[in-house]
T-cell receptor, first 114, second 112 residues
Framework: GAVVSQHPSWVICKSGTSVKIECRSLDFQATTMFWYRQFPKQSLMLMATSNEGSKATYEQGVEKDKFLINHASLTLSTLTVTSAHPEDSSFYIC??????????FGPGTRLTVT | AQSVTQLDSQVPVFEEAPVELRCNYSSSVSVYLFWYVQYPNQGLQLLLKYLSGSTLVKGINGFEAEFNKSQTSFHLRKPSVHISDTAEYFCAVATTYFDMRFGAGTRLTVKP
């Protein structure tokens, strides 16, 4: 089946720095990619939707200047958390949609900001 | 926007007993419905999905769900659970754009 990878799987960064998370569709081209955030013992919250070559669409309440999303190709989307703070610590999960109504989730990236 | 409510935050059951995890949704447009399972510190695994067609959907690991449009529900069932089914279960609803909204999750705990 289709595989979506995320890199890194776990990252620790200092407060005030920026961190980039990659999401790749390994064996298919993703028309759309989604980014979700999950706090401990909570549900997934959709942060933004990105289509290749166009600007991401952010959900209400998500700071677009803080969470920069770049969908550079049909197989790669990146989420950059700028000027990270401890409250940004979370589990970030991406998903990729194929052209035939299938969606696959990545394994997630755990971000810890110290 | 569409939304989903999982009616039980925790469901404890004994091994080999049947289980039902309840999910209701709301939307003004046609939706797709999904159930995912998440084990600790892991990503999501798709159990089953309803896109169209038969309202009874069978998934992996012996799970099934029934789409009930009049009740706006998509309850997940398994006739006999195992210890290994202990996990967090998420119901999700999406429009045709696959912009998923997840429920709060149901923690299924299977006791020996």
């Amino acid at each position: 089946g289709a595989v979506v990878s995320q890199h890194p799987s776990w990252v620790i960064c200092k407060s005030g720095t920026s961190v980039k998370i990659e999401c790749r569709s390994l064996d298919f081209q993703a028309t759309t990619m989604f980014w979700y955030r999950q706090f401990p013992k909570q549900s997934l919250m959709l942060m933004a939707t990105s289509n290749e070559g166009s600007k991401a669409t952010y959900e209400q309440g998500v700071e677009k200047d803080k969470f920069l999303i770049n969908h550079a190709s049909l197989t790669l989307s990146t989420l950059t958390v700028t000027s990270a703070h401890p409250e940004d610590s979370s589990f970030y999960i991406c998903s990729a949609r194929t052209g035939v109504n299938e969606q696959y989730f990545g394994p997630g990236t755990r971000l810890t900001v110290t | 926007a569409q939304s989903v409510t999982q009616l039980d935050s925790q469901v404890p059951v004994f091994e080999e007993a049947p289980v039902e995890l309840r999910c209701n949704y709301s939307s003004s447009v046609s939706v797709y419905l999904f159930w995912y399972v998440q084990y600790p510190n892991q990503g999501l695994q798709l159990l089953l999905k309803y896109l169209s067609g038969s309202t009874l959907v069978k998934g992996i690991n012996g799970f099934e769900a029934e789409f009930n449009k009049s009740q706006t529900s998509f309850h997940l069932r398994k006739p006999s659970v195992h210890i290994s089914d202990t996990a967090e279960y998420f119901c999700a609803v999406a429009t045709t754009y696959f912009d998923m909204r997840f429920g709060a999750g149901t923690r299924l705990t299977v006791k020996p």
